[in-house]
């Protein structure tokens, strides 16, 4: 993925689309943005086989969108982060799957302290400046109020098949987004146990209040 983000953004410099200060960004984003499209595919592609597809396609929109406010744990390559959000949408899907619908309710209450708490998070590969973590976290509260006002409404309504699939795909987004928060903030207090102030800078938690 580094490699194929690379040469597209060398060729935009080259072309003079870029600045050469502004090249460690655009591979960072194109990289980025390869890595989402990928994963979303193919989240939505074993979740149909497994899951069925409106469960799949409703988590996958949800766990993307919030996973882009949010950030969370990041593993150090796309093959184990891909690897690791296949093994983790598993887990949360099935989760909901053999849990009643009256207690979707406690995981959005859970997933929500979780979130609001926690994220964004920042670190050394995601480098966010402290005005781009203000926006970030602005859009996450609206972002949480949709995703949020839609489960309330799909619980609200008489069941179906289809919408039952659906409120249980952006239920395990939910569940899962709050987990990856979880991950990242333990490795940061492991890594602050047993390494000190080495990964203060590189591995952080951005969660504090603003004037």
Known sequence: MDIIATYLAKEFLKRKLIKEDA??????GIGKRLSTLITGVLLIVSGSYHFGFLQAISFAIGFVTLRKY???YHAETYIHCL???LFLQSI???LVKFLNA?????IWIVSDFVILKIAPVNN???????SEIFVLQKRLYYVLAIVNLICIVLISLPVTKELFSVLK???AALALDALTLVIF?????YSRIFYGNQHEKSDEKISQKYD
């Open 185 to 189: 903030a333990l490795k940061g207090i």
């Open 102 to 106: 009256d207690f979707f309710i406690v």
């Open 83 to 85: 690897v690791l959000s």
């Open 169 to 171: 795909g952006l239920t």
């Open 70 to 72: 949010t950030n969370g």
């Open 23 to 28: 090249l460690e960004w655009c591979i960072y």
């Open 92 to 94: 949360s899907m099935v």
């Open 124 to 130: 050394s590969r995601i480098h966010l400046v402290q």
